[in-house]
Each structure stands twice: as structure tokens, then as C-alpha cells.
């Protein structure tokens, strides 16, 4: 871990304890995500999800500092890509490294550049709202880019009279995970990167 993300680790992990001493409320994110229903990719396709990932944690304080909320969703990132991933490929591994000596023919890289939340007590809105910017790299097992792309996610929902802010919560990060499943899907191919590696990998498997 470089120092620049041990510090903003240390950051958020003290954060994380204030906000624990002064009673926040946690949000275990928790949702089901639909399986893709589309022709897997004849590749085998490497996956590491980093500590940043898989322990992302984004906290929010109201306005008078009376309401903390503390949304915890890398977990619930893990699970929609271990759904996806598996539909697009052939065969997917799981990595405790970036870097793969073989078995694979690319390593996938998601991380969490920003996490936006809007719940009805600060906007004063009817809905809860949640905006994710996502920083997704395809790599060579051997750690080289083959591709390096943005890609954003929104999900709403309405403030009901038996919603309460953590459901709200939960359930506008849900939605935003599944809009995140459903534009990955659709434009992973479309990467003009991307299209440009499977275009080699198909000329490479058909001189095979």
C-alpha cells in the first residue's frame, strides 16, 4: 500500500471510530442482483478486488452533526461483480494479486473513485438518492493496462412513510449497484480498448 493510500486509510478508519464512539448508525448494504442472460466470452478472466474495495466505507453526517450514518458496501460490490462476472466469461478467478504468472488471460480491476449519498433530511427532496464513480482497469496478467475507463452509477428511491433512513439508504445504493451491473454489461465491449484486446484475442485463438 503506497502512502498515500495508508493515510486515507488511517483517515477513514479514525473517522469510522469517532463516528462509532458518537453513535452512528452503521448500513450493512445487503441486495440481490440479476444474472446478465448473454453469451459468455470464451476467456478466462482474473479478478482482484484491493483492501480499499472490498472494505469501501463512505459516511455521512447531517447538517447539525445529530445523524451519522455509516455505509458500509464492499461487501455488496463483491457480490453484484461475482454475479456478472461469471456470465460474461467462461471462467473467472478470484486473485489475491494483481499480477498472475498464467491461467489467465486478463485481470480485472474495480475500484471506488467517489460516492455520492442525498437523503430527505439534509435536500429536504422526497427521495434518497446515491451517485457512485467507478475507476474500472483491465489489465495483462503481468500487470501491463490494457484498458483504463470511467464509468458512473446512480440509484433512487422515493422517501415512504415506513421507510426508514437506513432502508432508504440501502435500498438507493442497491438500485445504484444494480444501474452499475446493468451499464458494465452493456458497454464492456464497447470500450474501444477493450474491443480492440478481444479483437487480438480472437485472431490469436483462431491461428491456434
Known sequence: MNL???????????AALLLTACGATSVNVDGRYPTPNIAAMPLTLGVYYDEAFREHQYIEVSDRGSDEYLVNSGQSHIELFNTILPAMFQQVVQMDSPTADAGVDAVFIPSIDE???????????DSFEVWVRYNLRLATPQGG????????AYG???????RSTERGINDATVAALRDLGSNFTLSFTAVPEVR?????????????
Open 156 to 162: 433512487k428511491v422515493p422517501d415512504e412513510t415506513f
Open 4 to 14: 498515500r493510500s495508508y493515510t486515507g486509510a488511517l483517515l477513514l478508519a479514525c
Open 115 to 125: 460516492f455520492q449519498l442525498a437523503i430527505p433530511a439534509k435536500t429536504r427532496l
Open 145 to 152: 493496462t490494457i484498458a483504463d475507463w470511467v464509468l458512473t
Open 196 to 208: 480492440d484486446w478481444l479483437r487480438l484475442q480472437q485472431q490469436s485463438t483462431a491461428l491456434n
